[in-house]
C-alpha cells in the first residue's frame, strides 16, 4: 500500500471553508490600506540569509531558533522569510524606489515562516498582513499607521483591542539603556533561567520580553528607557502620543515593550485582543530609520510600519463571537432531468459564466431531487430547472430556493431575469 502523506507539521492547509474567512479580511485590509494611499506588493518568500541576520539581528529568537534557513544547489546561503518587512527595504533599495516621491507606502499580504512549537493562532507558516511608510521621518507616521490598523480591526468587527506603545530612542539612547540595563541585569544573573542568562549576553534587551515568570519578576522593577531618551526623542514621542490623543485614541504606555527584531528604533507598538497568553497579540509595528542603511542603502531613511497576524485575529474574531460576513460566488445551480436536457443545461451554465452569472450544476448523473439537495447544500440562492418539456418549449424553470416559489420563463431570458433580480458574480 502507498503511503498516505499528510502535510508537513505546522503547515497546514487553508481548506475551502477557511478559505473565505482568510479572503475576506485580506480584501478588507487591501482596501482600507489602498483608500490611505498604500500600493500593494508581492515579495518571494525567499531572500538571502544575510537579509534576516542583519536586519532582524543575531541573538534575536526569530534568527537564532526560528529562520527556515538553509544551502541551495549554488551554495547560496538562503532563507525562507520570518517577517515581510526586511524584503520589503531590500526591494525598496533595489529597484531605487528612492527616486520616486517619498514617503513610498506599500502593502503587503501573504505568508510567513517560522520555526516554532505549533500552537494555535501561531504555526510554522501563517500569515501576516502590513504596511511600510519608507522615507518620512514624522512623528504622525507612527500614529497614522496605528490608526490605520485600528480602523481594521473596527470594519471587521472586533471591538476590544487594546494598544500599548513604548520608545525605544535612537542608537545612542539605545547604548546608554543597555548599558544600565545590563548592570541592573547583572545583579541578578544567578537567579534568570539559563535561556535568559544567554540573552544577558548576546542581546539583553531580549530579557525583557521573556516569558519566563522568574525573569519577569526581575524586568518589573529594571530601569525604564523611557528615563534614558534624548531630548529630541522625547519630543519625537511625545508628538505621537499627542496624535493618538487629538484621535481619541486609548493606549497603555509599557516601558517593557522592545519588540523581537533588532531594527526598531524610537516608536513601537503592539495590539492585543481579549484572550489570554502569549497569542493574545493582534499585530505589531514600530519606527525602524536605521533599517535601509544597514542593508545597503546609500543614505539614512526614516521608514515604520506594522505587520498583523491573519490567524490571530480569525481567533479572536471567534473569542468576541463575531461572524464574518459570507459571500458565495455561485448563484446558481442548474438542474437537468433527462438525456435531452443534459447539452441544454451543459450549455446554459457556460453561458451564465460568460454572463457574469456564478453558475454549476451535475449535468451527467441523478435525479432532479438530489440536485436540488446539492442546491441547498450550496446555499445558492436560485435553481434552475431544465427537463425533456423545457427543451422542447425553449423555457426553463427558475426557482427561488429560499422561499420555494417557481415561475416558468424563456430560456432566452434567463441572464436578463437574473440581473433584474441583482444576482451576478
Known amino acids: ?66 529562520l527556515y534557513a538553509f544551502t541551495d544547489r549554488s551554495d547560496k546561503e538562503v532563507a525562507l522569510r520570518p517577517e515581510p518587512t526586511a524584503g520589503m527595504v531590500r526591494a525598496y533599495i533595489e529597484h531605487g524606489m528612492a527616486s ?22 501561531r504555526q510554522r507558516q501563517f500569515n501576516q498582513l502590513g504596511v511600510e511608510v519608507i522615507g518620512d521621518g514624522s512623528p504622525s507616521i507612527e500614529a497614522h499607521i496605528m490608526m490605520l490598523a485600528m480602523r481594521f480591526y473596527r470594519m471587521i468587527g472586533l471591538r476590544n483591542v487594546t494598544l500599548q506603545l513604548n520608545s525605544l530612542g535612537d542608537q545612542q539612547d539605545r547604548k546608554d539603556y543597555l548599558k544600565a540595563l545590563t548592570a541592573y541585569l547583572k545583579d541578578y544573573e544567578s537567579e534568570l533561567p539559563e535561556v535568559d542568562r544567554k540573552r544577558l549576553k548576546s542581546n539583553p534587551l531580549r530579557v525583557l520580553d521573556s516569558k ?54 524610537h516608536t513601537v507598538f503592539e495590539f492585543y485582543g481579549e484572550r489570554e497568553g502569549s497569542q493574545s497579540s493582534l499585530g505589531a509595528g514600530g519606527r525602524y530609520d536605521n533599517l535601509v542603511q544597514q542593508l545597503g542603502g546609500s543614505k539614512p531613511t526614516p521608514a515604520a510600519g506594522f505587520g498583523i497576524g491573519l490567524e490571530r485575529v480569525l481567533l479572536e ?25 443534459r447539452i441544454g443545461a451543459f450549455a446554459l451554465i457556460e453561458q451564465l459564466l460568460d454572463s457574469g452569472v456564478g453558475a454549476v450544476g451535475a449535468v451527467d448523473r441523478d435525479g432532479i431531487g438530489p440536485q436540488l439537495e446539492r442546491a441547498n447544500k450550496l446555499n445558492v440562492p436560485y435553481a434552475i430547472i431544465i427537463g425533456q418539456k423545457e427543451i422542447q418549449e425553449e423555457t426553463v424553470i427558475l426557482r427561488d430556493m429560499r422561499s420555494g416559489a417557481q415561475e416558468m420563463i424563456p430560456l432566452g431570458s434567463v441572464v436578463k431575469e437574473l440581473e433584474k433580480r441583482k444576482v451576478g458574480l
Open 100 to 121: 520616486l516621491p517619498q514617503p513610498v507606502r506599500l502593502m503587503f499580504a501573504g505568508p510567513v515562516f517560522r520555526y516554532d512549537r505549533p500552537q494555535a493562532g
Open 1 to 66: 500500500m502507498a503511503k498516505k502523506f499528510q502535510h508537513v507539521r505546522g503547515m497546514p492547509d487553508i481548506l475551502p471553508e477557511q478559505q473565505q474567512a482568510h479572503q475576506y479580511l485580506t480584501d478588507t485590509f487591501r482596501h482600507l490600506a489602498g483608500a490611505a494611499g498604500f500600493e500593494p506588493i508581492e515579495l518571494p518568500i525567499m531572500e538571502e540569509k544575510e537579509v534576516f541576520v542583519r536586519s532582524v539581528g543575531e541573538g534575536t529568537d526569530v534568527v537564532d531558533k526560528e
Open 212 to 265: 519566563e515568570r522568574a525573569t519577569k519578576k526581575i524586568v518589573a522593577q529594571a530601569p525604564q528607557i523611557l528615563n534614558y531618551l534624548s531630548e529630541s526623542s522625547k519630543q519625537h514621542f511625545e508628538a505621537v502620543l499627542e496624535y493618538l490623543d487629538a484621535m481619541q485614541i486609548n493606549y497603555e504606555l509599557n516601558p517593557l515593550l522592545v519588540r523581537g527584531l533588532d531594527y526598531y528604533t
Open 317 to 341: 474574531l471567534k473569542e468576541e463571537g463575531v461572524e464574518l460576513p459570507q459571500e458565495h460566488a455561485v448563484k446558481v445551480y442548474v438542474a437537468s432531468l433527462g438525456e435531452p436536457a
